[in-house]
Every structure is written in C-alpha cells, then in structure tokens.
C-alpha cells in the first residue's frame, strides 16, 4: 500500500492516551436488520459515550498533547460534535477551550458545548466561516488551532476504530464509513487497508453535500457553494487537499446518497435496533438501502458515528415510527 499520512505505531500509541470510556465500543451483528436489509449487519456503535459521537478519540489524543507541553488555550470550529469532544477533554486536562460555530448548527449540540464548560462563538454562515474565524482566533491569540481531518491526531485517533475492528477476528467484507471532513474513513481505512486488505472500504455522503466524494472520484479537489442536507455532521463545501490524498489510498468506493433514504435508515436503527442516531450516523444504512443487489449476501459494518440530534427535528423525520 503506498503510504498515507498516518502511522500505525503512532495509532496504536493513540489508544493508551484516550480515556477508556471511549475505547472497545459495541460491535455487533444485528439480525432485526438483515431481514430488512438483505445482508448480514454489524453495528459499530459509537454514540454510547459522554459526548455521543467518536471525535473524543481524536480530541483526547491533542489534549493529551498540549496538557503535555504545558499548554492552556485551544480554539477549533465545529458543526458540534467536534466541539463537544473537544470541550469534554479540554475540561478533563484544565485546558480553555474555545468552539466556533455556526449559528443555524443543531441547537442540542450548541447548548452541549457550552454545558462542558467551553466559550463558544457563532458566526453568521456555514462551517467553512466557521473554520476561518476559528484559524483567526488562533493567529491572534496564538493558540493551537485544531483542525479536523487535517490534524493527524483526529485521524489516528479515530483510526483506533480500525484496530478494534480488525482485533475482532472479523468475517465481515465491507464497511461502510460516512464521509465528512474525512477523518473517520481515512483512519479506519487505512488500518483496514494494511491489516485487513480485503475488505472493502466504502465512503458515503449525502446528496446534498457531495464534495469530498466529487473529489475522490476526479482525484482532484471538488468544492461547492452550498450545502443542503439534513446530516450537518458531515456537511462540508471545501476538502482539504491532503485529506483527499490519503483516501485515494484507503476508499474503494464512494457514493452518495439521498435525503429520504437517510431518514429512512434513521427509522430502521430505531425501530429494528432501538438506536436514536443523528443523520451522518445513518449513511451507511441509507447506502444499503439504495443499492440492495450490491449487498446481498454480504457482511457489513456499518459506524454508528454519532447520536447528537435535535429532539424535534428527530421526532419529524422518524414519526411513524413512534
């Protein structure tokens, strides 16, 4: 395998960092599901921790870090589930932390970021402003910016996923990773791709928010203008240049998938798993759904990557379920 940015020492070094509340979560096969779905399901779960989603395995890692050499400041931007994970480890290793955010972001996340204890600032459009105002705090103050999927140590950090899946002896073919900024598939797919080089390691997005798989099928940077999408974990316009190299490596596949088909998985977790996940935690589900033939008879995992959803808004989409 030609070499990514990740290091798979450093990864396995990651996971005596992390808290272990955070480590060795539920992998699962979920049979209420195989008959809806027509294959054989795991569940990796990663919404049953303090801060509902997987980013604290990356953010425990940088506060780890900076607790280390003596730092005190840390600013990122996050659509929330970032900020959280980030504020929970910050709080645990005395560190400030600051999350910029936009201001149309889950109100559930905005309001969980500010109960651990981080300052939180919003801005007036999406999380490529909020990314901006964030690397501007740090320059200014001259902190340490984090930067999702761009710093290694949220890659590596999610990539500890990757080693658990592997250790698991598996007999699964495909995982199924939903696609963001990029952290998560690059992580776990390079540990697949170097401990487990048959499985199929496949990437999804929304429709609605289709620049990083644009960009992996042109092998070049795809930006957009917009996003519309209700899975705002993964809703990014820019992809980072070297992100995209590092999936190129790891990704076979990376599709996309429709508004209604992620609804739909949201109300299959529910109702066949009694899972309550946000819309990216659903992509891989909503894949399933979309192209049967293409797993039939298969094994697949499918990561659960976040439960952080609005009560309201959850409510609308899975109504007839309850």
């Given amino acids: 395998m030609q070499e990514t940015r990740l290091d798979t020492a450093r990864i396995r070094a990651a996971r005596r960092v992390i808290d272990p509340v955070f480590l060795d979560t539920p992998l ?10 027509g294959c054989a399901v795991s569940i990796k779960l990663e919404t049953a921790n303090p801060v509902r989603s997987f980013k604290a395995r990356g953010t425990e890692v940088i506060a780890s870090l900076l607790a280390d050499n003596g730092s005190r400041a840390v600013v990122c931007a996050s659509a929330g589930n970032l900020g959280q994970a980030l504020a929970w480890s910050g709080r645990c290793r005395g560190l400030d932390v600051t999350v910029v955010a936009s201001r149309f972001a889950t109100r559930t996340k905005l309001e969980r970021i500010r109960a651990l204890g981080a300052r939180l600032e919003l801005v007036d459009g999406d999380h490529e402003l909020a990314r901006e105002r964030a690397a501007a705090i740090a320059r200014y103050d001259r902190i340490r910016l984090v930067e999702d999927s761009l710093d290694l140590e949220t890659c590596e950090g999610a990539a500890t996923i990757g080693l658990e899946l592997t250790e698991a002896a598996p007999s699964f073919d495909t995982v199924l990773i939903a696609l963001g900024g990029g952290a998560l598939a690059t ?9 487990a080089p048959g499985v199929e390691v496949i990437c999804v997005q929304p429709l609605g928010a289709p620049a990083l798989t644009h960009s992996w099928h042109q092998r070049c940077v795809v930006t957009t203008d917009s996003t519309d999408t209700i899975a705002d ?18 990704a076979d596949d990376a599709v996309l998938v429709r508004e209604a088909s992620i609804i ?10 009694g899972l309550v996940v946000e819309p990216s935690a659903a992509l891989g589900i909503a894949a399933i759904l979309e192209d049967r033939d293409r797993f039939a ?7 659960l990557c976040g439960s952080n959803v609005d009560v ?11």
């Fill in 297 to 303: 008879g298969r094994h697949v995992v499918t990561i």
């Fill in 233 to 250: 974990g993964v809703a990014g316009r820019c992809p980072i240049p070297a992100v995209l190299g590092d999936l190129l490596l790891v």
């Fill in 187 to 195: 992580g776990v797919g390079h540990v697949l791709k170097e401990s």
């Fill in 28 to 37: 699962y096969r979920c049979e209420a599901l195989e008959s809806v779905l």
């Fill in 312 to 322: 309201d808004a959850y409510r609308r989409w899975c109504a007839p379920v309850f």
């Fill in 264 to 273: 739909a998985g949201m109300r299959l977790l529910l109702e066949h798993a």
